[in-house]
């Protein structure tokens, strides 16, 4: 191969490049900590479904501001369907605008329920999104699909996620 | 003469308002309204007089006055008064209150009362576990029918019973209800119609000849499509095989709140729109998909709901069209489909 000037700086560069990296991990050990432990991930595990489990609670109307007329975001999206989360951010006709799912929950909040807002910043829409993500956990990420119906995960039984249930009738 | 021929408008609502009095004053003028009326076959060996009858579902009232889901009601009762030819009654395939409350069954028979034809209902889970059913059978009789109209027997079944899970848990009548409210709900386990509807309807059709046209109406599906949601009746099978001597029937049920078909043995069976909002489809391979409706517009309330009529036939084949508000068939059901 002749060394052009272009073919000097792309192996220069191709050197440097990972020297740089590797000083940059190496400046952040959060990054290049060793892996967590057992009970490091179960602690996380449990921080993600106690908001899974709480956006479920808000999804079926625990929190009397969201609704004005009694609807419940579970009345249209049981176990989260149609909700298609991993389509999103795309295209909302009704909101005019390329959307992330977060504005579209305020929108059915405010329009179909007539309810007040969430904080887009606050935990109760992050549980709201972690409760519609994680029924859709495995699905493939398919930004701006708007006229089609996803489907969440099937659910055979209980909540759709890790839950202890609560022993009453099938709620084993 | 048929049955519905027979009483006027009037009577017929008096009947159906008299809980106590509706099997007693049903068998006065030949109709079989109760489960301890057993019709006797009149039909069978003869052609069906060809009719239309029409089918509304799944209104979900709420107490609040002019909710929207009363505008939608009143307009799918004004578009089966405006339907030409008219049908000759309605069916009702449950689900009028959503919490079970009174005072929103009231409202819906207030409503329904607008119809200038007869009317027929059938509870659903929504309308039933406030307080077991009292209201709803106060207002509109035995949850368990049958009647004969042009050549065709109609049978009408509760479907939405579930096994008591709330006595051994100490929950009030208010838990109860919420429990049945949410689709997705992991403690009340399947529904069914249960060996006192299965004995009624053996009796119901023992009489009848295999070549009667029978059409069966009942809150949830009878066939399995989605038990996660209750898109199922747990002893269809029983039911099935009850009906499986006769040479077609047809299943028209409510609660699935979208358009959907599906064939089982000699039954069809058929979903309907509700008026209150769409239901998304399951993650199920459809064995119609053609029968599946586009998705509903979020900013058109009205998209995906409405009523359905059905045009029997003198063969006893039945268009089927669905009537929606907004324009939501795919091509395959825009002008009705066989069943």
Redesign the interface.
Same mark, same amino acid.
């Given at each position: 191969m002749k060394l052009t000037t272009k073919n000097r700086f792309n192996i220069v560069m191709g050197l440097i490049t990972p020297v740089a990296l590797l000083g940059l991990l190496a400046a952040n050990p959060a990054a290049a900590r060793e892996p967590f432990s057992a009970d490091e991930l179960a602690a996380q595990e449990q921080a993600l479904l106690k908001q899974v489990n709480h956006g479920r609670d808000l999804w079926?109307g625990t929190l009397p501001s969201m609704t004005t +007329? /009694?609807?419940a975001c %579970? +009345? &249209?999206?049981?176990?989260a #369907? #149609?909700s298609n989360p991993q389509t999103f951010p795309k295209f909302q #006709?009704?909101l005019g605008k390329v959307s992330p799912l977060r504005d579209m929950i305020n929108? &059915?909040i405010v329009?179909?329920q007539g309810g007040k807002a969430l904080d887009v910043n606050g935990d109760d829409m992050i549980a709201m999104e972690a409760y519609a993500f994680y029924m859709h956990r495995g699905k493939k990420i398919e930004p701006g699909l708007a $006229?089609?119906?996803t $489907?969440?995960v099937?659910?055979?039984? /209980?909540? /759709?996620f890790p839950w202890k %249930?609560?022993g009453? /009738?099938?709620?084993k | 003469m048929t049955d519905f021929d027979k009483m006027s408008r009037r009577e017929f609502f008096t009947i159906t308002g008299k809980a106590g009095l509706a099997t007693l004053a049903a068998s006065a003028i030949g109709t079989n309204f109760g489960m301890v009326q057993v019709a006797e076959a009149a039909v069978g060996k003869s052609k069906v007089t060809p009719f239309r009858f029409a089918i509304l579902t799944d209104a979900h009232l709420f107490s609040q006055p002019d909710h929207k889901f009363d505008t939608m009601l009143e307009k799918a009762v004004n578009d089966c008064n405006n339907m030409k030819p008219m049908p000759d009654f309605v069916l009702y395939c449950g689900d009028i209150a959503q919490n079970g409350l009174d005072d929103q069954l009231q409202k819906g028979k207030r409503i329904l009362s607008k119809l200038k034809m007869p009317l027929k209902v059938i509870p659903g889970e929504h309308d039933w576990y406030l307080d077991m059913g009292s209201a709803w059978r106060g207002h509109f009789g035995s949850p368990t029918w049958s009647f004969d109209h042009k050549g065709v027997h109609f049978i009408g079944m509760n479907s939405i019973l579930v096994r008591d899970f709330w006595t051994k848990a100490g929950m009030s009548a208010k838990e109860r209800m919420d429990v049945m409210e949410m689709l997705e709900s992991p403690i009340a386990g399947p529904w069914g119609v249960r060996e006192e509807q299965l004995d009624w309807l053996k009796k119901d059709v023992k009489k009848l000849s295999s070549d009667t046209p029978v059409v069966v109406f009942t809150h949830s599906p009878l066939w399995d499509y989605y038990p996660r949601w209750n898109f199922q009746t747990e002893d269809a099978p029983e039911i099935r095989s009850i009906l499986k001597k006769f040479e077609r029937v047809m299943s028209f049920h409510g609660h699935v709140h979208q358009t959907v078909y599906n064939k089982i043995g000699n039954m069809g069976s058929v979903g309907t729109l509700s008026t209150s909002w769409p239901w998304p489809y399951p993650d199920v391979k459809l064995a119609h998909p053609w029968s599946q409706m586009n998705r509903s517009d979020p900013g058109n309330f009205e998209d995906g709901q409405g009523a359905q009529y059905i045009d029997l036939e003198s063969n006893f084949t039945a268009m089927t069209h669905y009537q929606p508000f907004g324009n939501m068939l795919n091509p395959a059901m825009k002008n009705g489909f066989k069943i």
């Open positions: 079926h +007329n /009694g609807l %579970g +009345n &249209c999206h049981p176990d #369907a #149609a #006709a009704n929108w &059915c329009v179909p $006229t089609e119906q $489907t969440p099937v659910v055979k039984s /209980g909540r /759709g %249930g609560s009453i /009738g099938y709620d | -």
